[in-house]
């Protein structure tokens, strides 16, 4: 245990001090901040207004910018580690590969979570500063999601500088995987599944397997819980799972293939060469 | 106490490792020579148990892969290129020290006589540092632990005359409790270092000698350099070395470290049409 932390809190200070971090940590940052900025509390969009307002809005945005900044930001510092040196050398100290990986992810976790919650802490801080009432249901719950979403593309991440070898294969295959993700989300599989008469269970299956439909789907459940801007899709998924019972769902599958993604890296990095 | 039986790697289809048999026993210092591409580094690297091979290497019967902490507990190791960390100096000092159950200011002391003051640059961040320094703080880290076994890539490519002196002292104090494994491109570089000699080429041993055991790592030879004429050219290759000269500049003495005498001389030769007069003389430890 004492390896893990070791191995989590290195990683840290390495990221803290890292160029992507400070990009990250600003676009977050300046995502609440220019949301503010632009008075997005004193407007009113399908009902929603004050902070709720803004945390949907940031959270539409978090879900287009987390999954591929993750992605890549892991996978280049991982695999660019490994080929500039950093795991010959690290790796020759009396470290356990288990407490190596599972250290990394833990720290990477953190710093990467870290940002996204406090920009969103910082707003509610300032809400409640200004007066503003503070949906904590809402806020909750986003919570939830943006810990889950990071830990299902960092585990995704883990697993993709396991198998790659070389940065640059490493960045190629997370932006494959981040566009296949996008390009089959639920607008374009349906019209293809419809097109190629597939029945509409299976149809909604396929888009459920993808996290980013999972999590754009929740996020839309919050403020339209029959999600009704699904069409029939809604009632495919509301039949399925209820919508408490997609919510849950939302939580655990992406938590779930994230972990699962991190186990099989895991296993790939053990099994082969580190450096 | 190191053994590799048989150990052979292959990346996709070269094979950078062909059949390697040896046994290296405590207090060994070997000099690991070749080429580039002979297969030194991957050979170092089945030995720390970062790649998987074919064959078996064991520490002491212990596969270094399987056994990680316990075997590479007992290793220390210096890289030839120092990895770009990020990290401030002190936490890379904490986190090796932690690990390997050692106390950090054994790493300072070591630091210290190579000539690097650590208190001062304990917030800088490690890839920040002269090449220099890399070496010294990795050279440190290494040596300030019970290591049973002491890997080192090129470790004294780095360093100034002065501190290789201060470095080959470190190393006879660790000659009867530690094997050593020096790899080199050029034999000349580590001669003075060790008592056995192995080549590789295209990945197998292609000469394993024993080498005379004469040279002491402590001792200091006196010296003594009459030059015809003078050359600036000469001064500025002499620049680091314990060695000045007199008024008229034509005569340098001045004292280098025994293990350094190869290379010392290597360095004169390039201005043999210079010198008039050359004494190394043995002062002793």
Redo the contacts between chains.
Sequence with gaps: MKQLWLTAKLDIVESLRARWFQIYTLIFGGIVALLFLFGLTESRVLGFIGLSRLLVTYIQLTMAILPIFVLITTVRSVAGDREAGVFEYLLSLPVSLSAWFWGKIVGRYIVVFAPVFLAMLGAVGWATVQGIEVPWNIFGYYTALLAVMAMCFLGIGMLISAIARSTDMAQGAAFLVWLTFLLFLDLILLGVMIQGKVSPEIAVTLALANPLQVFRTAALALFDPQLIVLGPSAYVILDLFGAEGYKIFALAYPAALGLLSATIGYFLFRRGDLP | MIQFNNVAKTFRRARVLDGISLNIGLGERVALIGSNGAGKTTLI?CL?????HDGAVAINGLDPRSN??????S?G?V?Q????????VG?LID??A???GTDPQRIHAIAKRLGLDVENILTR?FVRLSGGMKQKL?ISIALGRDAKVL?MDEPAANLDPEARKIFFDLLAERLDDATMIISSHRLDEVSALVNRVIEMDMGKVVLDDQVADAVSMTATLACRIVLKRFEPAFAKALDGWNISSSDDSLTWTGSIAGPDRLRFLGIISRYTALVGDLSLAETGN
Aim: positive net charge.
């Design positions: 690297r720390l148990g970062e790649y998987t990680r902490t316990e075997v590479l507990g290793i190791f890289p290129l120092p990895p770009p960390l990020k990290m401030p936490q986190f090796s932690s690990l390997c961040q990795l890997v």
